[in-house]
């Protein structure tokens, strides 16, 4: 959302979000999106204020049944736990790295 008066233009971010470094893009607040990586699945952990008005049951990775659920520990959190070759998941080599991609 920008606000704008004659002098400047200002933009602001709904609730849990941040302005990036361009002062016009919003993301969730780091504290707000977390993904852990084992070496069997990868696990990302999305405080439920990041989807706002959204239904998270709606939410979901590329293809495959992959979906957020609840987190039984803390009504404030959904949580989405996959294989690391589930769901859509794309490995690639290349620069001295392995990296997946959803």
């Known amino acids: ?4 008066d004659q002098a400047t233009h200002v933009c602001e971010c709904p609730t849990c979000w941040e302005l990036e470094d361009d002062s016009k893009t919003c993301r969730p607040a780091s504290d707000k999106v977390i993904t852990q990586c084992t ?3 990868f696990i990302v952990t999305v405080d ?3 989807m706002a008005q959204h239904d998270y ?3 979901k990775l590329n ?6 659920v609840q987190d ?3 009504a404030d959190l959904i949580v ?3 294989g690391l070759d589930e769901c859509g998941t794309i490995l690639d080599f290349g620069d001295d790295a392995i990296t997946y991609k959803v």
Do not use: I, R, W
């Open 48 to 50: 439920k204020c990041v």
């Open 72 to 74: 039984p520990a803390n």
């Open 63 to 68: 293809s495959g049944d992959c979906k957020f």
């Open 80 to 82: 989405l736990k996959t």
């Open 1 to 4: 959302m920008c606000n704008a």
């Open 57 to 59: 049951n709606t939410a």
């Open 39 to 41: 070496m069997n699945e």
